[in-house]
């Protein structure tokens, strides 16, 4: 039985069985992670003027303390970390054009939520704008809830997220955005589409639906030294495989690790339109060694791609304004897998709306031509390019997804794949069939609001 058959195994069991353990399991408070979200210091002031952008960057470690007790997130639950193979991080970029301050703080978590992130905003404090998203690693601590304790392996019974853990993270996170502002500096940009190594990505539902291409942005400084460069391409960081029992951040380590090696300044990776499902093409057999060296050895090729793209990009004519707009969306419909998460208190409850669905946000995050479409999961890559096809009718040259960015509800499907047997396992996680239209009808509605 193949690594992804037995997570869709298990996930099936959790889904079968949700209805009796709705009638053993009382209803309780989600975990409380609540800390005192006083924004951490002051920001530096708004230090741009008109044509000149400035431009931080900075990395920290989010890996758990030596010792403290750790489910790891993705697969099947009760999967407890034995030992840290790498450390995993969060890693922040800043733009600030004088007039707005923008931030994109990635970590190496599978997933954060809309409550998670706005209490990184709150630390931040209002000067700044920010995008809170994750890598979506399969190898890091659960920050979800989903994967903790679990009823005859099969259907979850506590939750996974360890509140100290948390509330760490979420600091460390604002820490960050303030790292990356203090050390902003006059800067140019330079952006360019890559190609995506051949052999390091599978679409396990539609194997002609791979991505080409990835996003690169560089920011350089006058005299032309890279300060980070970040790349936006589409994958699971799933390589290692639900026999792990490994903490770490997987392919987008080395990743990073290479970019800097390869003098990009601090390496930012940012997943994109992954969902349905986009992961590594390592071969389903391998054993944890074998998907190790794969994962580093994927990180580096995508890397090299990237550098090798970028290096030759010119910079981006000025100005180069930044903005970041978000609308909120209220989600009709869900998923019974999601009410009975939310009432046996495995997850923070979500915000509900006048109509009781679920809040959430989407968002543009742009600076000069280049802009990414903020989309609160996991899309699948059809998803992805109506995102991108909206941004390009808005006039933006560059465009991106930020996939699990201020949210993570899951897979964001295209009406008609929830028709399609290949899916059944990316609807039975989703927030439902009209999720994806109305997160892409509020995009387009940003631009035409402007």
């Not at 609540?34 to 002051?42: A, D, K, Q």
């Not at 230090?47 to 920290?60: F, H, K, W, Y």
């Not at 840290?84 to 800043?94: C, E, G, K, N, Q």
């Not at 028709?419 to 509020?442: I, K, N, Q, W």
Request: neutral net charge; aromatic residues 4%; proline residues 9%.
């Amino acid at each position: 039985m193949s690594w992804t058959r037995r997570r869709c195994l298990r996930a099936g069991l959790g889904l079968g069985l949700g209805a009796v353990a709705g009638c053993i399991l009382p209803d309780r408070p989600g975990p409380d992670v609540r800390h005192p979200v006083f924004p951490l210091g002051p920001m530096p002031p708004a230090r741009g003027s008109q044509g000149i952008l400035r431009v931080g960057a900075a990395a920290v470690d989010i890996t758990p303390p030596e010792g403290s007790p750790v489910w790891l997130a993705g697969y099947g639950f009760e999967r407890p970390m034995m030992r840290v193979h790498d450390r995993i991080s969060a890693r922040a970029l800043y733009l600030d054009d004088g007039v707005r301050r923008v931030a994109l703080v990635v970590a190496d978590v599978v997933g954060l939520s809309l409550a998670a992130a706005a209490r990184v905003r709150q630390l931040v404090g209002p000067e700044v704008a920010v995008v809170v998203a994750s890598t979506h690693n399969h190898q890091g601590p659960d920050t979800l809830g989903y994967w903790g304790p679990a009823i005859l392996h099969a259907v979850p019974a506590e939750t996974g997220i360890r509140p100290g853990y948390q509330r760490g993270l979420e600091r460390r996170l604002a820490q960050a955005v303030a790292r990356a502002a203090w050390s902003a500096r006059p800067a140019r940009l330079a952006a360019v589409e890559a190609r995506v190594p051949p052999g390091r990505v599978k679409n396990l539902r539609d194997p002609d639906d791979v991505p080409e291409t990835m996003l690169v942005l560089q920011a350089r400084s006058l005299s032309g030294a890279p300060i980070a460069t970040l790349v936006n391409a589409a994958c699971h960081p799933e390589t290692l495989g639900d026999r792990a029992r490994l903490l770490s951040a997987d392919f987008p380590g080395p990743l990073r690790d290479a970019l800097e090696a390869g003098g990009g300044g601090v390496g930012v990776f940012v997943n994109g339109a992954l969902g349905g499902m986009l992961t590594a093409a390592v071969p389903d057999e391998a054993d944890v060694q074998e998907r190790l060296t794969f994962a580093r050895a994927m990180g580096e090729a995508l890397a090299g791609a990237a550098l090798g793209a970028v290096s030759g990009a010119p910079t981006l004519p000025g100005p180069t304004p930044v903005a970041l707009v978000t609308a909120p969306v209220e989600l009709a419909g869900g998923s019974d897998l999601y009410a009975f998460l939310e009432r046996t208190g495995l997850v923070e409850a979500p915000a509900r709306g006048p109509g009781g669905g679920l809040m959430t946000e989407v968002g543009r995050l742009s600076v000069g031509p280049v802009a990414f479409g903020v989309m609160p999961g996991e899309p699948t890559p059809r998803v992805g390019r109506q995102v991108q096809a909206v941004l390009r009718e808005a006039g933006f040259a560059f465009t991106g997804v930020v996939g699990l960015g201020d949210d993570e509800l899951g897979y964001l499907l295209d009406p008609a794949q929830f028709d399609d047997p290949a899916f059944g396992y990316e609807v039975s996680v989703s927030p439902g069939r009209g999720a994806a239209p109305a997160l892409t009808a509020a995009l387009s509605e940003i631009h035409s609001k402007r």
